[in-house]
Each structure stands twice: as C-alpha cells, then as structure tokens.
C-alpha cells in the first residue's frame, strides 16, 4: 500500500559551474611617435575589461581587451608621461547542465605584472591575469509536506527558505557626455581613470527592477603636454535602469550586484581644440536574484500504529538568504617616501584589493590586503610612486542563518583624501565599502515516500488493559509511542505532559 503524500515545490539557485582561467601577457611594446623617450617608469597598470559573453550549448565564450597603461618621466624635461596599449582576447568555459536560463557572471583579476624598459622606446611587458566565470541555474524541488492516513503518524517541524523565483543577468550601456568645466585647463590627455558603481536604492515591482544609484568616475589628466601640468576631476553620474527579472515582486529578498565589465574615457579636446568635454562610454551587467522567504513543513520521521511502515528518505539542501549588507570602514596608512622629500600629492588610488572569506563558529569575516598607490612629486618637481599594503577586517551580521554560510560581496573605495605630514610622508584615508549577500544551507533528512505490507500488521499486546512505562530521563515520546504502536498526542494527554524531551525519570501511562 502506497500512501498519498502532499508535497510543496520551490526553486533552488544551483551552481552549475566555477572556474578561472589564467590568461598571459607577454608584449614587447614600442612607444608611438608621439610619445618622448622613456627616462624612468614610474608605474605600469594593467586592466582587463570584458566586452561579451554568451552562453551557447554546453559553452560559456568570454572577449575582452587587456590594457597597459604606462606612467613614466621623460627623458629630456622629466615631466609626467602615459602611454597606452590595447590587445583583444577571448577563452572559452566547458559548461555541463547549461540551458538558456542560466546566469553568467563573468570578472578578471590581475596575478602580477613586470615592466623593464630594454630601450628609451622599447619596453618589455610580462603578466598574467585570471577570467573567473561562475553560471548560476535555477532548479526545481519539492519537499513532502503531508502523508495521508489515520494510522500514520508524521513528525513535522517547521522551516524557512528562500524560494528562488526568478534571476537575471541584464546588460546595458551607460554613455554620457560630462564638461570639466572653466577654471581648470583644457585636458590634453588622460593619465588615469577609474569608474566605480554604487548601488543606493533597489525597489522591485511585478517582474521588474528599479535600480538607483550613481557611477562614480575619477580621471587625471594634463593640460600641458610641455610642461606636464596635470588636474584631477571627479564625476558623480546618476545611474537608473529597470532591470528585466521574471519572478520578482516587492515582495523578494533581491541580491543585485553591477559589474563594470568594459568602459572608455575619451576628450573632445582631440577633435575639438580647447574643449573641456569628456566622453564617458561604459559596458555595465546587472546580476539579480531574487528570492521569496517562504516556511515549509518539513516531514522528518512517521510510523503507521497499524503497519509495518517503510519510508523512504533523503537529504535536502535547504536554503536561506538574508537582506544585503553594506559596511563603510576607514583604513588609515602613513605613506613615506624614504629619502626623498614630498613636496605635492598628484593622484592617490587603490592599485588592487585582494580579499579572503573565513567561515567559523561566530560567523563570517571578510578581510581584504588594499594596495594603495600614490603619484607624488618631490621639491625639485620630478614625479615619482609609492605604494603601501593595508589590512581591513569587515565582519558582517548573520543573525538567523543556517549554519554553513557562504558570502558574495564587492569592495570599492567610497572615498579617498589625504594630507602631507612631513617632508617625507603623507597620511593616507580610505572610506572602503563592502556590499555583501549572504546566504546558507543546510542538510536536512526528510520523507519522500512511504509504503506497508497490509499482511505485516504490527505487532501490539492487547491483553493488558493498563501498561505502565518507566522513562528515563531524556527520552523522546515519539520513541516511545512508536514502541507501543500508540499516538504522541494520546500520551501527552493521558500523562498531562507538555514536553516531548522528558527532562526526569517518569512513570508513564500507556493506553
């Protein structure tokens, strides 16, 4: 005899693939015409942005373009120089169980870079960076909630879960023409970029997502070739998009992250001559998930009073996530500059972040090594760099979880000021933020099925009209009714007890 369960379906965010792969840089670049001979470098960047991905078949397929970005003193006046250079790449990602719905998410990271100059207008550039590619899928799965039978017995416990209910990876373009203004020279050329997204304000409506925020871009530049004259400018853009998200209401915990995945900064000033105007073109991808917290009834164990009952079990990942977390902290570093003076701070920025994520009983801490970089130049008005590594800790609540927890999270510097202390040192201040989603799971055995012999009736003394059951201390009344092929709740009743753990050595009536 097969017994009629109920069950109750969600969906679950599995994911079906994880892996990096190491893509090399080996370039022996010849400065342009335009550029002068190179006297010392200062810094050599690298920055590889991701143009496209798709997913087709059982493959995921990445291009992007790596770029070097060169500081250096010339070789006649000493002033500050850049030049750049570009290269495409692409590799691929072999994918099992991918379909069309699957979400991609897609990022680079640098491993290390070497720059040696062989000549005044040869350089020699060797390095490595990681494409790191995640594909995330929704997956159905249901759970037994009920099993019908007046000689079943179910023991029941209540949970909560994140319901799945809908994900999206959306790409859109972010162009915009911004005006540096009077007052602070003509751009000639930018020296460095950096394009930061914050997300402020996230509201979802029916299969639709509101999505508020700004794109922080800073730039340095030069407004004189000659003289090396350089400015700074920053540039608060506002950001909203409606983000596409099939399954999403106000009702659903969303995890939104935004991925800068490629962006260009051009002037007008090149066409135009005196113009201030700078051209912003960015390649963004919103990734969503959007989870329902539902409670389920989970069944753990039953017995039939009449039958020889046979479940049958399995493990079940359950699943819960909790609202996004942001943190700001402050990092302070006390950057010296050895046995040269400072004079003037020209730019100051965070190189690279490298983080860790430790899981032990008390929670989740995420501490990240911030490499920070500063072009500063000396009384005698050369340019030169120091770099500083500084520690930061960020420790999350998680309060209602389950016990393995996992965390998905980004860093970006909110803000970063300085000033000169000496002669030779200057403080550094970095606001940094973290935007974290957490979720976790964990195993629980539940029922899926049951069945009886109707021929194997259980075997029940009914010559006694009274049995007296002698607990002890910490045994469970569902044990004990099962043994005696009765109902917890007519044990409960019939020894006017309220808990199922007895705390005591109890004598027990058993009808």
Known sequence: MEYMVEKEGFDVCEKVFEGAKEQPVDIELSLPDYCPDVERILKCRMSAGITSKSITGDRLDVEGSITLRLYYLDSKKRNLRFCEHSAPFSCSFNIKNADSECVSRVRTRNEYLNCRAVSPRKLDIHGAFSVMAAVYKSVPSEIVTYMDGDDIQQRSHTVRISDLRGCSGQQFSLSEVLDIGSGKGTPETILRSELNILTDECRAIEDKLMLKGEAVLKILYLTDLETGTRDTMTFHIPLSQIIDVRGINENTVNDVSVDVMSYDVSLRSEYDEGSTLVALDARLCANVFAYEQKDITVIDDAYSTIYDLKPVYQSENLFRVMPCCRMIQNVTASMTAGDRNVSEVIDVWLDSVSSITETDQSGISIKAKLNICMLVQDKDGQPFCIEKAADICFVPECNDL???????????????????????????????????????TEQCRCIISASADEDALRENDKTAALTIYYADSGEDIWDIARSYCTTPESLRLENDLENDILHGGEMLVVS
């Not at 000021?417 to 002669?423: E, G, K």
Request: charge should be negative.
């Open 402 to 440: 389950y016990n393995k927890q996992t965390v998905s999270y980004s860093l970006s510097a909110a803000d970063i000021s300085f000033r000169i202390v000496d002669d030779t040192s200057v403080e550094v201040k970095a606001a940094v933020r973290l935007d974290a989603f957490i979720s976790s």
